[in-house]
């Protein structure tokens, strides 16, 4: 079975600093995908980065990077420089067949 | 533009009423998903399709039904028999189910309440 667990309800960072949201997961299978969102209040669902498990290397897109540990089982999110657009719900999820979504961090950027 | 298309954006229900939510896709996505979102929560499956005339229940798929009969389109129905249907559904669509490296791509939600 797959298992998803985000630790940190919420988040607090004062803009233009970095902030790291936890991810763990667990799975039996060697092939997976590690994904995160972003949710705004508005409530859709913004991809962000994505990790594949046989990936060496830990992704980044612009302001987002992805610290794939595998043995660790953890794929933190780093948002560096952080805007007050930055401030939604932050979902980490994994994927072998379907998608399996951990149960949110709610960051808030500070002024 | 390609996307995913929701709608209504809100709904309400009365007693005993079914409804039903759209999902419109245009993405040629092989793969469509309804899950549920409670507030503060993260987001449970509900049912899923992989290929057209085809669908599998999630993990809280009681008291709601299905239909693919076109790649593009996957309506859900939250029946009567669903006692608490108060919350945020959201439809994603993704190129195929198995391909573990493929993100799923959402609308923007239709948020069901009761009258």
């Known amino acids: 079975a797959q298992k998803i667990t985000q630790t940190q309800p919420g988040m607090f960072v004062q803009e233009k600093e970095a902030v790291t949201l936890d991810c763990t997961y667990d799975?039996?299978?060697?092939?997976?995908?590690l994904f995160w969102y972003k949710q705004p209040s508005s409530g859709e669902m913004i991809f962000l980065i994505y990790?594949?498990?046989?990936?060496?290397q830990n992704a980044t897109e612009g302001r987002y990077s992805l610290n794939f540990q595998k043995a660790r089982k953890s794929a933190n999110l780093v948002i560096s420089a952080s805007q007050l657009g930055d401030s939604a719900m932050y979902f980490c999820a994994m994927r072998v067949d379907d998608m399996r979504f951990g149960a949110g961090t709610r960051l808030t950027v500070k002024p | 533009d390609g996307g995913i298309t929701q709608s209504p954006k809100y709904l309400f229900r009365k007693e005993g009423q079914n409804v039903t939510l759209s999902c419109e896709q245009n993405?040629?996505?092989?793969?469509m998903y309804w899950y549920r979102q409670d507030p503060g929560q993260g987001l449970r499956l509900i049912y899923y399709?992989?290929?057209?005339?085809?669908?599998q229940k999630g993990d809280i798929a009681e008291g709601y039904s299905v239909s693919r009969e076109k790649k593009e389109s996957f309506p859900l129905t939250v029946t009567s028999a669903q006692k608490n249907p108060t919350a945020f559904y959201l439809c994603a669509s993704s190129i195929a189910t198995g391909s573990f490296n493929q993100p799923q791509h959402f609308g923007d939600g239709t948020r069901l309440s009761i009258l």
């Open positions: 399709s992989q290929i057209v005339n085809d669908f």
């Open positions: 990790q594949g498990s046989y990936d060496e």
């Open positions: 799975t039996s299978d060697q092939s997976y995908g």
């Open positions: 993405l040629n996505h092989d793969a």
